[in-house]
């Protein structure tokens, strides 16, 4: 995703492709997306029986520019009572904040695409090829009550199919060893999701700057730099970090609806809970589900690793700033 521009309410996406799969038109392209086409893509490919035993990646959240507007509204409303220099100082700050919601606003939907690409079979989905190839607006529409009470009623379906076979024994020792592996990493990067956010709120506290501003004119100066200092490490600490954790938590909440890891070994035949025309399209793509999660566990610690190299890179390089605005 290249561009973006926001529009009120609505952000609206361009998508560019480069392709070599002859299945295109044209081995270069780009279309204009909305949020609204995302979520319409990640339901249809969840919603896909064939797809059962795959990670689909979670849908990308809702832009929420808000807060960031909500700012700029009271500024504008408050510039009469400010000197120019107050004005341009506020306005900067509300800019930054607004760019890095943007940021990571582009950053989360373009990850979604990217990992439906990577796949060695939801890149072939007709639904992903329409929505990377037609120049058209899709016109996709939310889901009404009906639809998402339907689909709530299915979910529970799932689920007690789940509790029905929960005593069938003999179960395969590698997607046993999954199974418990990915319940147990959820709990934790919850926790440190949260633990994450707290840390990042904490940068954005100005409590501790404001009261040293009062009494200290001088060096409230310093404070002044080196709260936007804070500033910027907190928005590099939630894209990197934060979103990081809280993209594989969801991640592993669209392994458990996929009944990823709820294969056993039955008699010698591979079985899955899930109802029966979705369990046969299962069974026969077993050895791709072996392959989905080894390719998880891989791409994971890929993130993980990138991610948090860059965020020391960028550690030390705002730390050097502070050191050098306490000289």
């Known amino acids: 995703i290249p ?51 795959f990670i689909i990646p979670p849908a990308p959240s809702k832009p929420d520019f808000d807060g960031p507007r909500e700012k700029m509204q009271k500024l504008g409303e408050g510039e009469v009572s400010m000197t120019k220099e107050e004005f341009a100082k506020m306005k900067q700050e509300l ?54 009470f339907g689909g709530f009623l299915k979910s529970m379906v799932k689920s007690a199919d789940e509790v029905l076979f929960s005593g069938v024994k003999e179960v395969d020792d590698f997607f046993e060893q999954e199974k418990t592996f990915l319940v147990n990493y959820y709990n934790r990067i919850k926790d440190a999701c949260a633990k994450a956010d707290k840390m990042t709120r904490s940068h954005k506290s100005e409590i501790f700057l404001q009261t040293f501003s009062v009494y200290l ?25 934060t979103e990081l954790l809280r993209y594989y938590m969801l991640n592993i909440e669209a392994a458990k609806v996929s009944h990823l890891c709820q294969s056993c070994s039955l008699k010698g035949k591979s079985f899955c809970v899930s109802p029966l025309p979705q369990n046969l399209m299962f069974i026969y793509s077993l050895p791709l589900v072996f392959v989905e999660l080894i390719s998880f566990k891989r791409k994971r610690i890929a993130a993980f690793r990138k991610n948090l190299i860059e965020m020391a890179e960028l550690e030390i390089k705002h730390g050097k700033v502070r050191t050098l605005s306490l000289m």
């Open 95 to 148: 800019e930054a904040e607004y760019l890095a919601v943007f940021k990571k606003t582009v950053s989360s939907h373009e990850v979604f695409l990217q990992r439906l690409s990577s796949h060695p079979v939801l890149n072939k989905d007709r639904n992903f090829h329409v929505f990377l190839e037609y120049d058209q607006d899709l016109s996709v529409r939310r889901k009404n009550t009906k639809e998402m």
């Open 3 to 53: 561009d973006a521009l926001s529009e009120k309410d609505k952000v609206k996406f361009t998508v560019h492709t480069k392709t070599t799969l002859p299945t295109f038109q044209s081995p270069e392209f780009s279309v204009t997306r909305q949020h609204e086409d995302f979520v319409w893509l990640h339901d249809t490919l969840t919603e896909t029986e064939e797809y059962a035993g």
């Open 217 to 241: 004119l001088k060096v409230a100066e310093l404070f002044e730099k080196l709260r936007k200092v804070e500033s910027r490490v907190s928005s590099d600490e939630d894209l990197k970090l």
